[in-house]
């Protein structure tokens, strides 16, 4: 399995604009893509969006939709989250995961089989 490492979460007021990373510790041309969940405390997971590795194509939940966007660096084997606009609700530990299955369900944890840490993004009214 690859390993994950995300960076770039901190304390931030609302509206203000975050950058997260997530870097592999190796290329790994397996990957399909890589996604990028939250967890507030006491919720469940969240799918906030996802990139295919070679084609780029993304896709996002609605609630990050027009805010969020995800992009990729190949060469450094690093995605990015840039986040915008930032809202209270947004306040969560933020995981990134890869994915090897272009057919497992990509907006569910179970779709994933290597995961970050976690970086945590609070966000103040």
């Known amino acids: 399995q690859v390993q994950l490492v995300e960076s770039g979460g901190g304390l931030v007021q609302a509206g203000d604009s975050l950058r997260l990373s997530c870097a592999a510790s190796?290329?790994?041309?397996?990957?399909?893509?890589m996604g990028w969940f939250r967890q507030a405390p006491g919720k469940e997971h969240e799918f906030v969006g996802i990139?295919?590795?070679?084609?780029?194509?993304?896709n996002y939940a609605d609630s990050v939709k027009g805010r969020f966007t995800i992009s990729r660096d190949n060469g450094k084997n690093t995605v990015y989250l840039q986040m915008n606009s930032l809202k209270p609700e947004d306040t969560a530990l933020y995981y990134c995961?890869?994915?090897?299955?272009?057919?497992?369900?990509?907006?569910?944890?179970?779709?994933?089989?290597?995961w970050g840490q976690g970086t945590q993004v609070t966000v103040s009214s």
């Open positions: 995961a890869t994915t090897r299955s272009s057919t497992a369900a990509l907006t569910t944890t179970a779709g994933y089989d290597s």
């Open positions: 190796r290329r790994t041309f397996s990957i399909y893509a």
């Open positions: 990139i295919n590795w070679s084609s780029g194509i993304t």
